[in-house]
């Protein structure tokens, strides 16, 4: 629980934004353990690695509604449940998705020290919607 265990999941977030910017799906899981949960803010629900790595690569393909996007974290917190596990929350920002020109989400981020390195077991994504009391 040193200031370099929290900057390095802080480099989580970053490297998968600059991943998301890239429209790498393979680079978007590099810190997901194998059985990884994510849910994404549409509600998407995929219970390990792979099947996130599917799911971005449809959301970034040719087609999909975030091929020309770009994300970013200007937010981050993190805490440490024990020395081995932290949780992460952030505030995202999404510029160009197809569907939406800009949206803004809070995220939770559950990562787990294995042998020696950060890794992501679980992630919850949110949107953040104008208009609705908060």
Known sequence: MTKADEEAIREI????????GRHDPDAMVESLVDD?????????????????????????GANGPFRSSTRETPEMHVRFLAPDVAVMHSRFHIYGDVDESERTSIGTR???????RWRTVAVQNTDVRSGRRH
């Not at 977030?13 to 998301?20: G, H, I, S, T």
């Open 110 to 116: 559950v990562v787990r020290k294995l042998d020696g």
């Open 36 to 60: 990884a949960q994510v849910v994404t803010v549409n509600g998407a629900w995929t219970k390990t690695r792979d099947g996130f790595r599917d799911l971005m690569r449809r959301l970034h």
């Open 13 to 20: 977030e970053l490297r998968f934004n600059q991943a998301w």
